[in-house]
Each structure stands twice: as C-alpha cells, then as structure tokens.
C-alpha cells in the first residue's frame, strides 16, 4: 500500500479524528468544541464520505481562519483554524508521518527530545503528555548541572512553525521513507492551510494551532539531533525549537552554538539572536523558572489564602511588570477578583498585552463587573484596537457583566465597531454575536452576516449566535434553512443544522438540495427521513458508550411519551461525550429528567416527578429501593452537574468554582450507566 493510500485507509481516518477530539489543548478547542461536537452528531457516516473523497481525489481543502495573537515582544502569533474535516486530514497525514519518524527518533525520547512525543497507535491521545516531558526535561537539566556543566546558553529559532520551507519538508518526509506523492499531497494542502485573510499564499509554513503541526517540525528540527555533535563535551536537550545547551566551558558552547547556527542556515531557519547568551549558571531552579521549584507556599496550605496570594501576585510585578510569568498565569487562575488587585492588573495589561486571557479571564469572574472596571473597559474598548484578540477579550467580558448605567455606552460601541467586511475574524465573531443578542442589527444585516461574511468561521460562530428570542422564529428559520444549503463550506451547513434542531425549527421543502453533511446531522435528530428508518437514537448513543452488549433495547416502550425528545436529547449526548465532557453531563442529566418522568409514568408506587425537579431523588425512598442502580446513576449524574462551568459558578456543598470536567470521569460514568442500563431492561422487560 502507498502512503497516500495509508492516509485514507478507514482505522488511519477514524483514529484521526479520534486524536482530534482528544487533543488536550484547551486554546484550540476553545475555537472548535461547538464544530466538533456537530460532526460528532453523525461522524460515521461523514468519516465515511471523506474517506471516498480521498480516496477519489474529489476532497477539497477549505482556507484557514487566522486569529492573531499578541506576543510579548509587541509581534503577532497568527494561529490557523481549519475546518473540522480539514483537521481529520491533516492529522491522518500526521499518523503516518509519526510511525515513520518515532522508529528513526524514539530512542531519544526523555533524553535529549522532551517535546511532541509520540505516544502510539493504541494511545488515547497523539502525544505522550507535556508535562511528563517538561518535567523529565526540567530534571535533565539539573543532572547536567550537578555533573558540573556550569555554564549554559540557549538556542531558540524565530518563528519556526512560519518559516519552514515546504521543499524542506519535502526533503526530510524523503529522508524518514515517505513517498513522493504523498509528501506533494501533503504540502499542497500546507500551501492552501497557510494563506492569509488575504489569500496571500505561501512555500513555506506550517499551521500553528492543529496538533498535527508538532510532528512535521519534529520532521525537519530532528536535523539539529542528528548532527549536532560533541556529545561528550555538551548536554544537549530540545523541547521542540527550544534547545539548551549545558558545557564545563564557555568555548565548548561557543562551539555548539556556532554548529547549530550553521545546521539552521542548512534548513532555511533562522535563531534568534537575542535569545542566544553564553552565561555561567548560578542558580539551575532560577534558569529552569518553574511552577513547583521551589513550590508556592501559599498553594501548599489545606485552604487558599486570598490575601496570601494577593500579596504573592503583587510581588510577581514589580513597578506592574510581570517578573515571573508562568508562575503570575498560574496563580491568577486561582485568585477570586478583588478591587485590591484590579487596578493593578490594568496597568500589567498596559505592560503586557500577551498576558490578556489571564488577566480578562480574571474579570470575568465577576458576575457583575465592578463600576471603576466597567468605566475602565469601555475606556479600553472605545480606542482604536491595537491587538485584536485582546479587543475581543474585552467584548467578552462586557457582554453581560455590565452595570446597568454602562450598557447604552457598551452597545454604542459595539453597534460602531462592527463591520462584517473588514474585522478580522475572532473580533468580527466577537462583535456580531454581541450585535445579534443585543438586537443591534436589523434582520438583512443579520441575514448577511450570517450567510455571507468572508470568513468561514465567524458564519459558524454567529450561527451559534441565533436564538429565536432575538430575531423571531420565522426569520430565523429562514436564515438557517439557506445556511443547510448555500454555504459552500460544510461545517457552516453542518452548524446550520445544529441549530435547526436545537431550536426545534423545521426543514423546509425541497429537501433534496440540503448538503451532505448537514443532512447527515438533521438525519440523526430526526428532522429528515432516514435512510434507515428503525434506527434509534438512544440506542446508538448507548452502543457507542457501552458497546454491542447493551444492543436492541426497547427504549420506544420506556420513554413512551417522551421518546421524541428523549432520542434527540440523546443524539446530542453521543456527540458531546467525546467533544466536551463538561457539557455533556448536563446534557446527560437532562436525558436522567425524562428517564424519571418515564420511570415514575409507569411505575405509580414510586410517586410522581415533575420534570426539571431533581427533588424526587431525595424525597421518594421506593425509587432508591425499586431501582438503586438507576437511582445512583441518575443521582450520581445530578451531583455531578453541580461541578459543571456550564451549570453554576460555583460547587454549593465546597464553595469553590466550577470548571471544567474531565475525561477521566467517563471511566466512572460508564460503570453507573451500564449496571442502571441492565437494571433497566430487567425490570422493565424491554
């Protein structure tokens, strides 16, 4: 089989997109958790069409959406959203790459290479874990330094991921065994993936952002660990572009340096030669400016001190500069907002725009903001964006929060700023959501936004946008039943009909024109015919999360009444349980809240339930004795929810935040859903 083959062979594409949506990094996902969770509604049957596209040659890439980012030097990260097919791609190329490089490169792993480790075809995730190998990179640092390699320099390139030359590229996919046509396939989708907004298309680059970028760099910088030399007179170690170099003398340093400089000019990079200081090391903790050496003491203690940790973000910015900025970042994430910090925080954001997630994440703590930070806000927000991400941080943290005094100014703003045409994409995603909900556009405008902005991705986001409540039902109806149509990019259709069947609209006729893939997710919501007609929603989502076993239960019979909603509550279970977890339990304990009112419908000695009161749980001991498995599940599910971002600000029984929740609970989820699943069946013969 050939590589290009590989790449669209049915495992290869399935654990691709299986990589994606368990990719740990939370910025990406950020940008595409709504996208994913919609392809997931019916994933097997659009994994299957890609794969036929491929396969046929008929596949089209679709141009990426850039979102630019301050960095600390005042210079922009653009970091590249692709469509959610475009990502499968991709990372199907990427598995082949990674089983090529990891039997050149794995004996380096936790030595000398810390970064981007992959982890195997049988791994959950397409990456070893980063901490684990920042961690390893941290102790080989201080080995090297106890073992008397004092002195230290680092070798870091300018923009890597930008500069990486594709006929480079070419020439390493040769090297580790990839054949011709696949590394031209290849880098043909790279040149249409790193074109700007302008559609300025480039021979160099590789996207920022999707996972699958870190295992082509891995390609081309393995050329500094192959010919470095001086293994005995240097410790070399790299994480990604990022090298350090520890020698017993300077001008063993020097020497390195000057043979890394030369390997660099071989592949087209380029270092930075700002970075590059040959210095003796007095203090390897300081040098490795971790988090946990030495451990922050106000962290350490049974209960959060928020004036101990006030105190310690103060001494983290003398004269408002950040001294220490991973260690600033993480203890911001821990601290409640307060008007002893908020000026502060300002004036570090004046200094450090880079820093704006943390810091505006801060604010948004609050649930209503503050006047002097509401007036300092809108001070911002009226000057003329300078960092557009950061503007659109700031629309964020308005939107909602705002005293009341302070809205008409917010929605003047607003209403000023927002131009369909010209804003870049995450401020005209930002800006337009908040237009629609604040009812600043008329319905042709809305109607043009949503169907005809330049970009892409700002079409899906204020798709997401669209409620009823804010444009009436009719109108809205309208709007999505041509995005199910006319878009010519699939995930806008695809987020079109997640929509039409969050809100319960209609599709209407012909229905013959809606694209593929949107008629695949209105398929499993129901609101198109099937091709099959017997197919269950509740038991395809519980196929998926338990296996065969729990096949051809009669869930018609259980929910009776219900079934309607309760196979469309359960279609958007199945695609949220492997997209966003945090979601996905609350999604769940509202399929619990029907499962009761079923329940109890036919069960008359446990009582009666009232849908959206969980009261019965705690109220009714027959149905904790009838069914104690269906009760743990359900009550398991509910208590779970409370600790959902998505449900409530803060745990009531801990008074602590909410957040996130994580994978490792679907281990558990499972196991209380199969025992109340087979108690189920059981009792009720289905």
Request: hydrophobic fraction near 40%; charged fraction near 25%.
């Amino acid at each position: 089989m050939s590589d290009l083959a590989s790449v669209w062979e049915i495992n290869n594409v399935q654990r691709a997109w299986r990589w994606i949506t368990s990719n740990p990094e939370a910025t990406y996902k950020r940008y595409c958790r709504d996208l994913y969770t919609a392809y997931a509604v019916a994933d097997d049957v659009s994994l299957a069409d890609l794969r036929l596209r491929l396969r046929k040659g008929t596949y089209s890439p679709a141009h990426a959406a850039k979102i630019l980012f301050p960095k600390s030097s005042g210079i922009l990260r653009p970091y590249s959203i692709l469509t959610v097919e475009d990502q499968i791609v991709y990372q199907a190329f990427a598995n082949v790459v990674a089983e090529k490089l990891a039997a050149r490169v794995r004996h380096r792993y936790l030595k000398e290479v810390f970064g981007h480790l992959y982890a195997g075809r049988r791994s959950v995730f397409f990456y070893r874990k980063w901490d684990r190998g920042y961690s390893a990179l941290n102790d080989a640092c201080r080995t090297a330094f106890e073992r008397g390699y004092i002195y230290g320099a680092s070798f870091d390139l300018t923009a890597c991921y930008d500069s990486v030359d594709h006929g480079v590229l070419r020439h390493f996919l040769a090297e580790i065994g990839c054949d011709k046509e696949f590394a031209g396939a290849l880098s043909g989708y790279l040149s249409h993936w790193t074109a700007t907004n302008h559609r300025v298309y480039h021979d160099h680059g590789i996207p920022q952002g999707p996972l699958s970028s870190g295992m082509l760099a891995e390609v081309v910088l393995q050329h500094f660990d192959n010919h470095r030399g001086a293994k005995r007179e240097i410790r070399y170690v790299r994480y990604v572009d990022d090298i350090r170099l520890f020698a017993k003398t300077p001008i063993a340093l020097r020497r390195m340096l000057v043979r890394l400089d030369m390997l660099s000019k071989d592949i087209g990079l380029f270092p930075q030669s700002s970075k590059v200081h040959i210095h003796k090391i007095i203090d390897i903790e300081e040098e490795l400016k971790s988090i946990s050496n030495p451990p922050e003491e106000v962290l350490t203690e049974p209960d959060l001190d928020q004036e101990k940790l006030r105190r310690r973000l103060v001494a983290l910015t003398p004269h408002c500069r950040i001294a220490h900025t991973t260690r600033f970042k993480y203890l911001l994430g821990r601290a409640k907002p307060s008007s002893l910090l908020n000026d502060r925080l300002w004036k570090v954001l004046e200094n450090h725009p880079d820093a704006y997630g943390g810091i505006l994440r801060y604010f948004q703590r609050y649930k209503m903001l503050p006047a002097s930070v509401a007036k300092r806000l809108l001070d911002e927000m009226s000057r003329e964006p300078l960092y557009h991400a950061v503007h659109a941080e700031m629309v964020r943290t308005g939107d909602g929060r705002l005293p009341t005094r302070f809205r008409d100014r917010f929605r003047r703003i607003v209403k000023r700023q927002w131009h369909p045409s010209s804003n870049p994409p995450e401020l005209g995603a930002v800006l337009g959501g908040a237009a629609i909900r604040m009812g600043l556009l008329t319905y042709a405008q809305t109607r043009y936004a949503v169907l005809k902005h330049p970009d892409w991705w700002v079409r899906t986001e204020l798709i997401n946008a669209l409620i009823p409540k804010y444009i009436g039902a009719p109108s809205l109806e309208g709007i999505l039943n041509s995005g199910i149509r006319a878009d010519h990019v699939d995930d806008v259709c695809m987020m079109a009909a997640m929509a039409i069947a969050r809100t319960r609209l209609s599709v209407r006729a012909p229905s013959r024109d809606v694209k593929r893939r949107a008629a695949n997710v209105l398929r499993e919501f129901g609101q198109m015919r099937r091709r099959t007609r017997d197919v269950c929603g509740i038991d395809q989502m519980y196929i998926q999360l338990l296996g065969s076993d729990v096949a051809g239960i009669n869930w018609r019979k259980l929910f009776e009444g219900h079934y309607r909603r309760a196979e469309q509550q359960a279609v958007t279970c199945r695609a949220l349980v492997t997209t966003n977890l945090t979601a996905w339990i609350p999604a769940l304990d509202v399929l619990n809240d029907l499962l009761l009112a079923s329940i109890f419908a036919k069960c008359p000695a446990f009582g009666s339930h009232s849908i959206g009161s969980f009261g019965t749980l705690y109220k009714n001991p027959a149905f904790k004795t009838g069914l104690p498995q269906t009760w743990k599940m359900v009550h398991q599910i509910h208590e779970k929810r409370l600790e959902s971002e998505l449900a409530h600000a803060i745990v009531k029984r801990t008074g602590k935040p909410t957040g996130r929740i994580k994978f490792g609970y679907l281990r558990t989820a499972r196991r209380l859903l199969r025992l109340a699943v087979s108690e189920l069946r059981t009792h009720f013969a289905l």
